[in-house]
């Protein structure tokens, strides 16, 4: 079966600097990559996703990009803010009959002043 | 509904009774996910609902929980004989197939 891992674990940068958080999937028919983030004391929730046709994908200061063949895909965050601050999860999935989002430990973003 | 709705919010439990968290998912959503998530951890994988079977039972981490789901639909999961080590907050999620999930506020559970 699917199974994700996501690197680091804790990251700390410079407010302003960018942050990339990365993962890596084994089975190489997922083909949904999907990003949460979760605030202290709050649901996870999407902030972004990509599908296994398309590279890279962008959204304001936040993009993933995804390399099938590596079988990684990686968050980036440019122009870092505090409210950055935050624990991101990465997840893998098939998109057909056995479509259970398969999580990453997570990644405890720290942005520092 | 608009979202996924969990209740209870908080249930505070003597060691040793049997508790029921309930889970309302979108409607429509073939996929119903719960977790289990400590102070400061990830989220620890409990069991995966494709329509009202779990074919992944995989993370109950012992047979004091169950789960199940209905219709399709609301889904119970059941702790018996609380523990210490069950307190923390229990999400759940649904999602289309392979489409983004959606969660639940949490039930935070204490047991005491």
């Known amino acids: 079966g699917e199974n994700v891992e996501q690197h680091p674990s804790t990251l700390s940068v410079q407010e302003g600097d960018s942050a990339v958080i990365k993962c890596t999937y084994s089975?190489?028919?997922?083909?949904?990559f999907p990003w949460y983030k979760q605030e202290l004391g709050k649901r996870p929730q999407l902030i972004i996703d990509?599908?296994?046709n398309v590279g890279e994908k962008k959204d304001q200061r936040i993009a993933v990009t995804l390399n099938k063949t590596a079988k990684h895909f990686s968050l980036h965050i440019t122009e870092t803010q505090p409210e950055d601050s935050a624990v991101y999860f990465c997840?893998?999935?098939?998109?057909?009959?056995?479509?259970?989002?398969?999580w990453g430990a997570g990644t405890k973003l720290i942005i520092k002043p | 509904g608009a979202g996924v709705s969990q209740s209870p919010s908080n249930k505070v439990t003597e060691k040793g009774k049997d508790v029921e968290l309930r889970c309302d998912p979108i409607?429509?959503?073939?996929?119903l996910y719960w977790y289990r998530q400590s102070l400061g951890q990830g989220l620890e994988f409990l069991i995966y609902?494709?329509?009202?079977?779990?074919?992944?039972k995989s993370g109950l981490p012992s047979d004091r929980f169950s789960a199940e789901r209905t219709g399709g639909s609301v889904s119970t999961l059941t702790i018996q004989r609380t523990q210490q080590e069950d307190s923390a907050v229990y999400l759940c999620?649904?999602?289309?197939?392979?489409?983004?999930?959606?969660f639940g506020q949490g039930t935070r559970l204490t047991v005491v």
């Open positions: 999620a649904s999602s289309s197939p392979g489409r983004k999930a959606f």
């Open positions: 409607s429509g959503h073939t996929a």
């Open positions: 609902f494709q329509g009202n079977s779990a074919p992944d």
């Open positions: 089975d190489s028919a997922s083909n949904y």
């Open positions: 990509i599908r296994s």
């Open positions: 997840a893998a999935s098939l998109t057909d009959s056995n479509y259970q989002l398969i």
